[in-house]
Structures are given as C-alpha cells and as structure tokens.
C-alpha cells in the first residue's frame, strides 16, 4: 500500500477493496517505525485520525460522496494552522502554541475527506534548506538517512518519500517545495502566488510564500491543487480565478511544445546532474516536444535579490513574536527586556541571522542601496521570465545544482547552503508555477528536474511532468530502509 499512489488508493476505497480505517492503520505503522530514525513528524493525530477514517467508511459504507480525498491519509508541514494541534513553525517561540482555526487550505482538504495525520518537520519558520534549522532536530533522507532532505519543506517530502503518507503539503518562499522534492526523489508543485490561499500559513516572507502538494507523482499532484486552489477572501493575494479541472489535462501531452533551456545559467552544474538532465532532454524530445535555447539574462542576480527580500519580509513579520501576545515568554524586569529575552531564547541562530540581515537592509540609509535595488532585480527577472515564455510554452531545467549533501556539510557556511536554491528562487520572485518530477539518479541520489510555466498554467506544469513520468519511471523507485536504518535495502 505504501508504494500506490492517491490516485491509485482511491479507486480500491470507493470500490470497498480498502477501508479507509485499514489504510490509515497501515500509515500509522509505517510512521512508528520508521520516524525514529528519519523524524518527519512533529506531531501525531492518530486519535482523531482514526475517527475521520471511521467516518468517511461510514459515508462509503452507506453510498454517500464524502469528498474527492476520501480516506486518504495526509501531512501538514509544522507551518500551517491546524486546530487544537500545536503549529511551532520548528521554533521553540511557538512551542506551545495551539491555533484555535484552521488553516484555509487544512479545511479544504478535510472538506475533500482527507484524514490528516499529523504534522511534519521543517526549518525554523521555513528558513532553511535542509530540514537542519529545525529547534527540534533534523530530517533525514530516507534514501541515505547521513543526508539531508532538502528544505524547508523536508518533513513532508520525507513522508511521502518513506511511505508514511501518500500525500503532504509543504510552503515554497524560495524552492522550499521543489528541493526536498528532487532530493526525496518525489513530485513537489509550487502553485503561482495567488492559486492558494494562505490564510493559516505562518509567514515567512508574503510575498513570496506559497502552499502546495508533494505526492508521489505529477497526478497525484493535480489530484491535490484541485482540492487546494480558489479564491479565498480570507486571503487578500488570493486570486478569484477559475480553477480548472487538472486531471482532465493531465493526459494532454506535450507533442509539439516548445521547451526552453537557459543553457549560459547552467555552468555551475555537477557533471553528473547535467548527464542527467540531458538525457531528460531526450525524454521530453521523444514525448514529441522541442527543446529551444533561451535566455535568462539576469536570473544570476535573483538569488542575492532574494536573500535581500526574503529576509526583509521576514524581519518585520517575525516583529510579532515579541512575548506579549501568544507563543514564548521570557520574563524580565521591564517590556524591552523580556522581548529581548524572548527572542534571544525563542528563535535558532538562522532565523535570527535573517532578522538582522533584514533589519539592516530596511533600516534607515541601506533601504535604497539595498532593499529598493533588490526589489528592481526582482521585476527585471520577472520580464526576463515573461520574454522566454512568450517564444516557449514552458521552461525546463534541473531542481537542484547537485544531489543531497551529507548532514552537516554545509551548516558552517550559510552562503554555500543559500547556493542550493539558485534554480529555483528565480520562480518565486516572478511569482509562476514551478513543479519538480524525479529523473535520472545521480551516484545513486534522487536528482530533480524543474519545469516552469507561465503564471496559472498549473494545468500545462502538471501534464508535462506527467508525461515525462509515463515515459521514463523514475518516479516509481521507492526508498526503502534496511532493519539497521543505514541506508536503502
């Protein structure tokens, strides 16, 4: 069971052939034994799990719809409102917070009759790229549980990875989605800014932000943006828009598209990620489509535009965690002590690095030098994106420059973990729709390939992974741990 698919499960639910009940016992087990060693999960629902399951067997049971989900066990990343389960963001300032609403998209998905089972890992207030930053402990890959899982969004790639979960939800402010999916070797969509609501999403940087699926492949994928997208006027970035039907588009194809490649931006590439993507390449080309060369003449500069935005985002949306109104208190003799105390205590060493960096950058005499130039960068890369995809129909390239690094290598020098995101940051600056699907291993590691659209053509993102999964498999291997949890059986 831990190897099918949603929408390979749901069919065997509505059919009766699996109750929902059975289904979520077998997750269950799975997260108690594997979590041990890989520590996707924060926190647990399983009481309340087994009740929702009971009653969407119930509804199928009796012939009733209880939604298009239905008995699918489901992760929520530790960064989305979930009521009367703690939300701590992985930051011990919000260790004992236990939101009193769900978050839009948690209500949806249990509208859906998705079981939600608990709550997944992730960097402290998504800042991170490798599941490291977390107050409560890294994630590990499950390919290679010495490695990291990529960020911020590695609990919930892990899960779906392991086969604890056939789908989770994670947030992309700069790649947070698609990295850890290219290095679990699983699928991961970041929607355009504006598909999903984030109401209920704890802020990173709002601009950037986004909610969306990680499955097991790109019709999973659909299956679940379905569910997710629409307009919500508990979000005022959330477009009212028309969502279409994805699964109806998802066999389309791509016979005839136009795919482009920003070869001049790809020099830093690992030699075997690039042997990789190449023979990606042809996969695309025998799905019928043509790769063009395209150019991207300043996405070099998007990632120090956005480590320049994001944290400035960040600086003024972490103000709130001051102790005064809900999450950690340190006491002191006076008002400015105790938020002094609290902060010093409550956030990790990168959240506060990216507070002061973006502190600085706003701060009087450095906003124009800084803050107001990356903002300049960010609408320049934009165009740069809408000039490619007015030649081409979509934009292809690897997820990552290279596969998942050891845990550790890379904590001492944060400029060399920023460098993880420089493929995909580009996408959230210009706000589109970006989606990671497994191709070919690199020395035996997951490795991702991107592909981009333009903005709300999820629907074209979604089809073109889906062929290329159809035409090469990689997304069917499976990570599978050993009795010694040393590495994959």
């Avoid at 695309?284 to 063009?292: I, T």
């Avoid at 107001?372 to 960068?377: G, H, I, M, T």
Wanted: with cysteine; aromatic share 6%.
């Amino acid at each position: 069971m831990y190897r099918l698919p949603a929408h390979q499960l749901l069919p065997l639910l509505r059919a009766r052939q699996l109750r929902a009940r059975d289904l979520l016992e077998k997750a269950l087990a799975r997260i108690d034994g594997l979590d041990p060693t890989l520590h996707a999960f924060l926190a647990l629902r399983a009481d309340q799990a087994r009740a929702q399951a009971d009653q969407v067997d119930a509804e199928l049971d009796a012939g009733r719809d209880p939604g298009p989900l239905a008995g699918l066990p489901v992760a929520l990343k530790d960064n989305l409102c979930l009521k009367g389960t703690p939300t701590t963001c992985g930051s011990r300032m919000l260790e004992t917070f236990v939101p009193p609403y769900d978050a839009t998209v948690v209500r949806r998905l249990q509208d859906a009759g998705a079981i939600v089972v608990g709550k997944t890992n992730l960097d402290e207030f998504a800042m991170g790229s490798s599941t490291e930053n977390s107050a409560f402990g890294p994630t590990r890959n499950p390919w290679d549980p010495q490695r990291v899982p990529g960020g911020s969004s590695g609990g919930s790639a892990v899960a779906v990875a392991a086969g604890m979960v056939p789908l989770a939800l994670g947030s992309d402010t700069g790649g947070s989605i698609r990295q850890p999916a290219a290095f679990c070797g699983v699928s991961g969509l970041k929607p355009t800014y504006g598909r999903v609501s984030r109401h209920g999403l704890v802020a990173f940087a709002s601009s950037l932000d986004q909610v969306g699926p990680l499955a097991r492949d790109a019709r999973d994928c659909a299956l679940l943006l379905g569910v997710l997208a629409g307009h919500d006027p508990m979000d005022s970035t959330c477009r009212d828009l028309p969502v279409p039907d994805y699964q109806a588009l998802m066999d389309r194809g791509i016979e005839g598209l136009r795919l482009g490649i920003p070869r001049a931006f790809l020099g830093g590439l690992d030699p075997e990620m690039a042997t990789s993507f190449e023979e990606a390449g042809r996969a695309l080309v025998g799905c019928g489509a043509e790769l063009v060369d395209v150019e991207l003449p300043h996405l070099e500069y998007a990632l120090p535009a956005y480590y320049i935005l994001a944290p400035a985002e960040a600086s003024s949306n972490l103000a709130r965690f001051d102790g005064v109104r809900y999450g950690l208190r340190v006491p002191g003799p006076d008002v400015a002590t105790m938020m002094r105390r609290t902060r010093a205590a409550g956030f990790g060493p990168e959240v506060k690095r990216r507070i002061m960096l973006g502190t600085y950058t706003l701060s009087a005499g450095y906003h124009e030098a800084y803050y107001s130039r990356a903002q300049k960068v960010r609408s320049v890369v934009g165009e740069d994106f809408r000039k490619a995809l007015a030649r081409v129909d979509l934009l292809v390239l690897p997820t990552t420059p290279v596969p998942a690094f050891p845990l550790g290598e890379k904590t001492s020098n944060p400029l060399e973990m920023y460098l993880s995101d420089v493929y995909t940051v580009g996408v959230n600056l210009a706000g589109l729709p970006g989606l990671s699907v497994p191709m070919a291993p690199v020395r035996g590691l997951p490795a991702g390939l991107q592909i981009i659209g333009r903005a709300w053509d999820e629907g074209g993102v979604l089809a073109c992974g889906e062929a290329f999964q159809s035409a090469t498999g990689f997304h069917l291997a499976a990570a599978e741990l050993g009795p010694s949890s040393g590495g994959p059986a």
